[in-house]
């Protein structure tokens, strides 16, 4: 069965940090791409962060703008788990955060992600 579990959100002040997981099950984890997505109320679900396969990717990354220099995406395929690293919190940052994947190479649309997790809540005060 397919599955993909977040955890790691918390409530921290500005400026603190937060490491969220996505620890992945039923799939062939090293050869997807992993993103971690957001969504605040009221808002779209925007990219936040993506990472590449390992077969032929060589773990490229992408960053949003607006996570850039604060944020970083990083996987252990032995443990099957991606994981988003969030220093420097800003009071834009709370959301629901979702991580997804798809297999193949780097990706940037909500739709070429196959598998999705429940999301973990990152708020920031």
């Known amino acids: 069965q397919v599955q993909l579990v977040e955890s790691g959100g918390d409530s921290v002040q500005t400026g603190g940090s937060l490491k969220l997981s996505c620890a992945a099950t039923?799939?062939?984890?090293?050869?997807?791409?992993m993103g971690w997505y957001r969504q605040a109320p009221g808002k779209e679900r925007e990219l936040v962060s993506t990472?590449?396969?390992?077969?032929?990717?060589?773990?490229?990354?992408y960053y949003a703008d607006s996570v850039k220099g604060r944020f970083a995406i990083f996987r252990d395929n032995a443990k099957r788990t991606a994981y988003l690293q969030m220093n420097s919190l800003k009071p834009e940052d709370p959301a629901m955060y979702y991580c997804?994947?798809?297999?193949?190479?780097?990706?940037?649309?909500?739709?070429?992600?196959?598998?999705w997790g429940q999301g973990t809540q990152v708020t920031v005060s």
């Open positions: 997804a994947a798809g297999y193949g190479g780097i990706r940037f649309q909500q739709y070429a992600y196959k598998y």
């Open positions: 039923g799939f062939i984890f090293n050869k997807c791409a």
């Open positions: 990472i590449g396969n390992d077969i032929g990717d060589d773990g490229h990354t």
